[in-house]
Each structure stands twice: as C-alpha cells, then as structure tokens.
C-alpha cells in the first residue's frame, strides 16, 4: 500500500503511546479498549505499513468451481443458450457436471455477464436556418437532412 492514511498515522501514534506509557492508559487516552491496543501492538513492527487493514476476501474456496467445469459450462452455453438454461443445464450434466441448478446459473451470470436491460439510441433530424438574401424580407427556410417531396 503506496498511501498512508489518516488511521495507519493514528494507529502508529498509538503504538508508540504504548509502548512508552502501558496499554491501559493508551486506551483511556485513545478512547478504545486493551485488546485493541495489544491486537494492533502484535501487528506493529515499526512500519506504518504493517498497520495497514488487509483484505478480508478469502483466496481460495475448497467448494469453488473448478476451471474444468467452468470451460464445460462455457462450452456448452455457447451450443445450448438459446434452448434456455434448463437445457443448458441437462447438457452440462450429460457432459459430467454434478452441481445444482442454481450454482450453474449464478456461474453463467458470472462468466457471461448477462444484461437484461437493452439501450435504444434515439437520433433526431437537425434543422437548419437558410435566409434568403435576394428577396426583401428575410424568409425562413427549413432545409432537412432527409429529401424534401416537391
């Protein structure tokens, strides 16, 4: 992390309270508890950096789907989509897919990334103004883009 925030500062600051004054009186000038104040001296190891929250999205699942099956279910979504997702779903098990309906489902909406909603472009004729300059009252004429019918 490039970007040291208000919080890593404060934390660090904290950290450094601590160490010098004890944890119980860090966390009554803090306004936060002692397990806090231990939770982020265990963490601290003089960089600001290590106070830095990590992620919380776990990296690997052991129930996630398998890229075999993901390239089975692109596969044959590709042939079957238009029969529905019933079908899809009948093939994919024909071709050794053992997950439920709605796994299936909510892994095509991933990888596909269906959009339900379609935007129609609408475009509109400009017109223009054309002053005649022979006659002797100005006249407005209205020139379309598309022919005129005489």
């Avoid at 992620?55 to 529905?84: F, M, W």
């Avoid at 909510?106 to 017109?127: A, D, E, F, G, P």
Wanted: net charge positive.
């Amino acid at each position: 992390m490039k970007i040291i925030t208000e919080e890593m500062r404060y934390r660090q600051k904290m950290c450094e309270y601590a160490k010098k004054h004890g944890v119980t009186r860090t966390a009554r000038r803090y306004h936060t508890n002692r397990q806090f104040v231990y939770r982020q001296l265990d963490k601290y190891d003089g960089a600001v950096k290590s106070l830095s929250l990590l992620s919380r999205r776990p990296k690997l699942h052991p129930n996630a789907h398998t890229q075999e099956e993901i390239t089975l279910l692109k596969h044959v979504s590709k042939y079957y989509k238009c029969d529905g997702n019933a079908e899809v779903y009948v093939q994919a098990q024909k071709r050794g897919y053992t997950r439920s309906y709605g796994s299936m489902y909510k892994q095509l909406r991933k990888l596909l990334k269906v959009n339900t909603k379609i935007k129609y472009k609408t475009s509109y004729t400009k017109h223009k103004e054309v002053w005649i300059v022979n006659s002797l009252l100005p006249q407005i004429i209205i020139a379309h883009s598309f022919p005129m019918y005489s």
